[in-house]
């Protein structure tokens, strides 16, 4: 059976993966796993995973805690084992006339304990663990594809996705 992790999942909960947060807020997720703190190696084997999805975490880690992160992504995927990274396309935001200020500030720092919306379950969760909503490093697209590369991955493609990006990325076989 394939193992699939959704690595900060918030709300966005995967049958079929193993969804994972640091949040205890919220009411479904299959393991809570705090990455401020504790390590993924901590809690999966090395080259034990078939996909991992990223969406909307990434950037709230400083530069050199993400590219840590991305080294364990890495170690616990299997070989030819893929990835997917969704983070906000900071170039795209900046350079864009259409987004107002007020927008782009949100978007490139995030809402910290700002409510968004009326999702109780998130709100009560960025009550509760600000730290987790703050964007700690601005990525764009090329800066994304060189660090992946330098942590091993290949086969790296990343395509502009409303205000962020995704970047898909594989563990070349051993």
């Not at 490093?137 to 996705?161: D, H, N, P």
């Amino acid at each position: 059976m394939m193992q699939k992790l959704n690595i900060g999942c918030g709300t966005d909960y995967r049958d079929g993966f193993i969804n994972i947060d640091g949040s205890s807020c919220l009411f479904k997720v299959d393991k809570i796993i705090n990455l401020q703190t504790e390590s993924l190696l901590d809690n999966f084997k090395r080259n034990s995973t078939d996909y991992i999805l990223s969406n909307d975490i990434i950037e709230h880690f400083f530069r050199w805690e993400a590219i840590n992160l991305l080294k364990e992504f890495y170690a616990i995927l299997k070989p030819t084992g893929k990835c997917e990274i969704r983070v906000p396309d900071t170039e795209h935001i900046i350079k864009s006339w259409k987004i107002p200020v007020a927008q782009k500030i949100i978007l490139l720092f995030g809402g910290q304990d700002i409510p968004q919306g009326n999702n109780k379950e998130m709100n009560d969760s960025r009550k509760q663990f600000p730290s987790f909503f703050c964007h700690k490093y601005g990525w764009t697209r090329k800066t994304m594809e060189l660090e992946l590369e330098k942590v091993g991955f290949s086969k790296i493609i990343t395509q502009r996705a409303g205000f962020n990006f995704i970047a898909f990325a594989q563990k070349p076989s051993e």
